[in-house]
Nanobody, 126 residues
């Protein structure tokens, strides 16, 4: 139904910024709610941010709140994750995810998403 292709990996110094993008195929991108997850070595995949069919509903994990911003451009079939004030602990593989059925309560669990990007390695050096 939808395929997600993420941007290339990024390497940034602590305190720097990086923007990830996730381009979706198909003609129905606007109906999907989108999310970003990340997985560090030896850890489970964790929720980062979620956005509804528009910018009307957005939710962030406490660990990134105030530093990361999620947005979408339905005309470009793309969702973004702007990451500012990056910390070494932000180092992880970041995954874009999509879910067909949206709810007023933001989805923060991996099982709530049916489609996933290939993952993008983000390394923050100290």
């Amino acid at each position: 139904q939808v395929q997600l292709v993420e941007s290339a990996r990024g390497l940034v110094q602590a305190g720097g910024s990086l923007r990830l993008s996730c381009a979706a195929s198909g003609r129905t991108f606007s109906r999907y709610c989108m999310g970003w997850f990340r997985q560090a070595p030896g850890k489970e995949r964790e929720f980062v941010a979620a956005i509804g069919r528009s910018d009307g509903i957005i939710y962030y994990a406490d660990s990134v709140k105030g530093r990361f911003s999620i947005s979408r451009d339905n005309a470009k079939n793309t969702v973004y994750l702007q990451m500012n004030s990056l910390k070494p602990e932000d180092t992880a593989v970041y995954y874009c995810a999509a879910r067909e059925f949206c709810t007023l309560v933001p989805a923060t669990q991996t099982y709530e998403y049916g489609y996933w990007g290939q993952g993008t390695q983000v390394t923050v050096s100290s």
